[in-house]
């Protein structure tokens, strides 16, 4: 049951985004490749199954691991 409530919570959080991020109250509109990712998201949400489960919980995980430690690279790389 706080599967289910936590699901429904994260999907109305994430139609708001972007929702929000389509109307006119933000500077900037949301981009096509976020409203896009965050998409995806409601629907892995909505439909789960074992592969995207598994996308999310380790490939998406180790991509971001590996983007964060770039990141940390190229900020060392700029104080020095």
């Known amino acids: 049951m706080k599967k289910n409530a ?9 139609s ?3 929702r929000l991020g389509k109307s006119e109250l933000p500077k900037l509109p949301i981009d096509a490749d976020s409203s896009e990712r ?3 998201c409601l629907r892995v949400l909505l439909e789960p199954n074992e ?3 598994t996308i999310f919980a380790t490939a998406c995980r180790e991509n971001y691991s590996r983007l ?3 990141q940390i690279k190229l900020n060392q790389k700029k104080v020095h």
């Not at 429904?8 to 994430?14: D, F, G, K, T």
Request: glycine content about 0%; overall charge negative.
């Open 6 to 14: 936590l699901s429904a919570e994260v999907l109305l959080i994430i």
């Open 16 to 18: 708001s985004v972007i």
């Open 38 to 40: 965050l998409a995806i």
């Open 51 to 53: 592969m995207t489960k």
């Open 68 to 70: 964060l430690q770039e």
